[in-house]
T-cell receptor
């Protein structure tokens, strides 16, 4: 069974630029999550989708972050404009029943 | 979700059992105990989870105390590849928070040759 796919794996941008990350969950998994992991910390949930609807986006900085999952499968997370403090690993996870499975993450560096 | 407390770091000799403790004294009756680990530069990897009974799979064993206020993850024969950050998480088994994971700092396990 293929795992959660994410791209790109690495991205370097300058502050105030925009960036987008893509996630393809495990086939059939209705629930999808985006996490932010700052160096030295555990992952922090940004947003949770159930199919194409948002379940929880309480921790998403909505002035600059947006996410969508239009057809209930793939998802995109966007940052516009990026700040220095957005440097982190962005992890995507998906869930069918009671266990989340994580992708490898995208490491973002904002200069 | 209940808060969990783990030691910041532990060491283990290769081939020996690694016993990682976790305190979750405020866990509620419908919260599962989940364990994930994160090897350097990878996403978190699911290990095991349980509610009340002890659980075992091909990776590890999970021992939950009878009062459910603490648990221990056991890696029976640790290898160098088990060096990672191990996260213990209490997660709601129902409602709108179903399956939600709140990560703490975890325990850095270092396996030595």
């Amino acid at each position: 069974e293929a795992g959660v796919a994410q791209s790109p794996r690495y991205k370097i941008i300058e502050k105030r630029q925009s960036v987008a990350f893509w996630c393809n969950p495990i086939s059939g998994h209705a629930t999808l999550y985006w996490y932010q992991q700052i160096l030295g910390q555990g992952p922090k949930l940004l947003i949770q989708f159930q199919n194409n609807g948002v379940v929880d986006d309480s921790q998403l900085p909505k002035d600059r972050f947006s996410a969508e999952r239009l057809k209930g499968v793939d998802s995109t997370l966007k940052i516009q404009p990026a700040k220095l403090e957005d440097s982190a690993v962005y992890l995507c996870a998906s869930r069918l029943t009671d266990t989340q499975y994580f992708g490898p993450g995208t490491r973002l560096t904002v200069l | 979700d209940a808060k969990t407390t783990q030691p910041p770091s532990m060491d283990c000799a290769e081939g020996r059992a690694a016993n990682l403790p976790c305190n979750h004294s405020t866990i509620s009756g419908n919260e599962y105990v989940y364990w994930y680990r994160q090897i350097h530069s990878q996403g978190p990897q699911y290990i095991i989870h349980g509610l009340k009974n002890n659980e075992t799979n091909e990776m590890a064993s999970l021992i939950i105390t009878e009062d459910r206020k603490s648990s221990t993850l056991i890696l029976p024969h640790a290898t160098l590849r088990d060096t990672a950050v191990y996260y213990c998480i209490a997660s709601n088994a129902g409602g709108t928070s179903y399956g939600k994971l709140t990560f703490g700092q975890g325990t850095i396990l270092t396996v030595h040759p």
